[in-house]
T-cell receptor, first 114, second 114 residues
């Protein structure tokens, strides 16, 4: 299967700061990337879907001004958590796909906001 | 509303024993069903999928799953578990037909005793 990486794997930040998480498809061009959030002992919740060169589509209840998604190229999408607060602490997972095809998942980023 | 239920949060089996992980879904249309495995430090990996046709599907690593429409179930099975199968397993349903917009269950953590 295809390889998707995320950077960083872990990040700790202070409340009120912004954090950027990168998601890269290493060996294929991803027309679509997805961002998920996973709470402990809970399922992955889809936050948003982004297509290269277009604005992201956010799921209901996800604040688009807080979770900024950029998909500027076919191999890179970024999620920026702006003005992070402790309740934003979570495990963030991205996936990448060619449109309509299998999603390949990154290993996730553990965000801790102090 | 669409949902996926995995009734077992945690399952422990002995190495060599058979395994069945339960998954029930709620979806009005023809479901596209998936099983993923998540190991620490790695992204979710697709074990198998059901789109149509034969209701018994074979996957990687010796896993299989059976789609039962009458029971709204898609249980994952393996005849003989290996210690390396210890991981978190997620069932998912694909909305909009196929891989887009996956709804995940809460996951089942599998522990394997030697």
């Amino acid at each position: 299967g295809a390889v998707v990486s995320q950077h960083p794997s872990r990040v700790i930040c202070k409340s009120g700061t912004s954090v950027k998480i990168e998601c890269r498809s290493l060996d294929f061009q991803a027309t679509t990337m997805f961002w998920y959030r996973q709470f402990p002992k809970q399922s992955l919740m889809l936050m948003a879907t982004s297509n290269e060169g277009s604005k992201a589509t956010y799921e209901q209840g996800v604040e688009k001004d807080k979770f900024l998604i950029n998909h500027a190229s076919l191999t890179l999408s970024t999620l920026t958590v702006t003005s992070a607060h402790p309740e934003d602490s979570s495990f963030y997972i991205c996936s990448a796909a060619r449109t309509g095809n299998e999603q390949f998942f990154g290993p996730g980023t553990r965000l801790t906001v102090l | 509303a669409q949902s996926v239920t995995q009734p077992d949060i945690h399952i422990t089996v002995s190495e060599g024993a058979s395994l069945e992980l339960r998954c029930n879904y709620s979806y009005g249309a023809t479901p596209y069903l998936f099983w993923y495995v998540q190991s620490p430090g790695q992204g979710l990996q697709l074990l198998l999928k059901y789109f149509s046709g034969d209701t018994l599907v074979q996957g990687i690593k010796g896993f299989e799953a059976e789609f039962k429409r009458s029971q709204s179930s898609f249980n994952l099975r393996k005849p003989s578990v290996h210690w390396s199968d210890a991981a978190e397993y997620f069932c998912a349903v694909g909305l909009s037909g196929g891989y887009n917009k996956l709804i995940f269950g809460a996951g089942t953590r599998l522990a394997v005793h030697p």
